[in-house]
């Protein structure tokens, strides 16, 4: 009987693995710049990195070529897409109402608030679970992300591979860590929402392996910047 439900639970840990195995980022340009993402999404909410949309390229929908032909979610499963305004509190609509969103995206001035727009991620809704195959071009490298005291919604990216969250908050306090898990029945006051803290590591194996394209949140007690955090160097010692 013991045997069985290891047997069980061994297959369920596969099944839950293969859901997510998809999700990778992967540069298609030399500088680091340009991504094709593989990232599974779930009927209902995703947070992922914004796909191809208005106020990011040119035109007033999903660019088409974007999307790839083998991917499973097609342009037309997409239903709506959502930013979140930091400093403000509130959502917009990205898809397929993007007026706001443009109206937004057109008063800003400062080079650092478009850079954290290319590096958002953002809501995604879906009428169907599976695989979305897209390019983005120019997202930013973490260390050019500047945050907004409150939430913030970044992308977790393949260049953070390798390092804990603590890692890169730069000169950051992270005061709150989620990510959104649309499969996972581990819920935070009812939620989908997963804690990770400062010591959580994005790696090669293991569940820090398939959230490259993602989306995670985080509340900063300060405006600053993501960057490598040197942790605490002692004094210079002291001269005989």
Known sequence: MRKQ???LAGLALLITFAVFVSAKMTPSSPDGYNHNIEVYVNEGWNL???TPIVGIYKGDDYADDAISSDSEIKRDNIKAVYYYISG???YVPMYPNAQDYRDYVASLTSADEKTYIMFSSVWVYSDKSGVL???RVDVPKYHQVSLKNGWNFLTITSEMKGKSINQLRGDCNFEKIYWWNGESDET???TNWKEFSLDFRFSD??????LYGTGMVVKVSNNCKLGASEGNVPSVPNLP
């Open 5 to 7: 439900v290891y047997i």
């Open 48 to 50: 992922i990195l914004a």
């Open 88 to 90: 403000q509190n509130k």
């Open 133 to 135: 195959k897209y390019r």
């Open 188 to 190: 935070i006051q009812g």
């Open 205 to 210: 194996k293991g569940e820090g392996s398939v």
